[in-house]
């Protein structure tokens, strides 16, 4: 069983960062890519950034490229999203996930089995 635990997510005014951080159970979280969704209210769960599972790549949504790096520690089976630059249009919950074997796409949601509780993250102007 594999169980996410997302937390770092708070108030913040626009410009400012967080940093979230998901922590994981299990042996084999060094295996596995890692994702970052988001999803505000009355819309889609979103892709944010997803890193394979040696960290040797990186994928960001364009809406956050160049303001979010996503990385690893896997000696701590955690996973991390520093948000800076932030915006109100970065208000929503964010879920870390961890993604499917057997699949290089990143960005679709159907490529994640395990889910975190969510975060929130509220950007004020």
């Known amino acids: 069983q594999v169980q996410l635990v997302a937390s770092g997510g708070g108030l913040v005014q626009a410009g400012g960062s967080l940093r979230l951080s998901c922590a994981a159970s299990?042996?084999?979280?060094?295996?596995?890519?890692m994702g970052w969704f988001r999803q505000a209210p009355g819309k889609e769960r979103q892709f944010v950034a997803a890193?394979?599972?040696?960290?040797?790549?990186?994928y960001y949504a364009d809406s956050v490229k160049g303001r979010f790096t996503i990385s690893r520690d896997n000696a701590k089976n955690t996973v991390y999203l520093q948000m800076n630059s932030l915006k109100p249009e970065d208000t929503a919950v964010y879920y870390c996930?961890?993604?499917?074997?057997?699949?290089?796409?990143?960005?679709?949601?159907?490529?994640?089995?395990?889910w975190g509780q969510g975060t929130q993250v509220t950007v004020s102007s």
């Open positions: 996930a961890r993604k499917r074997d057997g699949s290089s796409w990143y960005r679709s949601e159907y490529e994640y089995d395990y």
């Open positions: 299990g042996r084999t979280f060094s295996s596995y890519a």
């Open positions: 890193i394979t599972w040696s960290g040797g790549s990186t």
